[in-house]
């Protein structure tokens, strides 16, 4: 579970009663999907005919872009998920990135989902290279709107802990 005990109203939109705009809520969106992307090659290595997770990907970007109803999104990535429920390891992480990058029109907090779970991807996919989860967080990291950057880093920090520790330094 990627979502926090008490949730953040900075990352609850505003028609919920929360402080994110419209707009930031999209652009969370936007950038889970990029990082699913990043490492959906790593699912699609290991089952390339099951396209569930890149399907998942571009209905993060259609909702985003208005053309996708959030719970049809949503049901896409629950799909995704469900392609890597019977998997182990790299393509596993890398399905349930795109599951979560999905869900993120449901609850904007699934942005960190997505990204620790390409994170495990990553870091899954190079074993033999100590640096491969900072490079992959710090290549997130850097596709972060710069106006959200600094909660992005916070929120990440706060909810470290249930993301199987892959943001710390």
């Known amino acids: 579970m990627i979502l926090p005990e008490v949730r953040d109203p ?3 939109t505003v028609r ?27 699912f699609e290595q290991q089952v390339p005919a099951d396209h569930r997770p890149r399907d998942a990907i571009l209905a993060a970007r259609a909702w985003a ?10 049901a896409v990535g629950g799909h995704a998920m469900g392609a890597a429920r019977a998997l182990k390891g790299t393509a596993r992480f890398a399905a349930y990135a795109a599951g979560q990058a999905a869900c993120v029109g449901h609850v904007p907090e699934h942005d960190l989902g ?7 991807a990553a870091q899954a996919a190079r074993t033999h290279d100590p640096g491969a989860r900072l490079a992959e967080r710090d290549w997130q ?11 992005m880093i916070e929120d990440q920090a706060r909810r470290n802990d249930i993301c199987w520790s892959v943001f710390d330094d």
């Open 16 to 42: 919920r009663g929360g402080l994110l705009t419209e707009e930031d809520h999209t652009l969370l969106a936007l950038w889970a999907a990029d990082c699913a992307s990043h490492v959906l090659h790593l």
């Open 10 to 12: 900075r990352l609850i």
């Open 141 to 151: 990291r850097a596709r972060v709107p710069e106006h959200l950057s600094a909660l």
């Open 65 to 74: 872009a208005g053309d996708l109803g959030m719970m049809q999104a949503r």
């Open 114 to 120: 997505a990204a620790a779970y390409a994170i495990k």
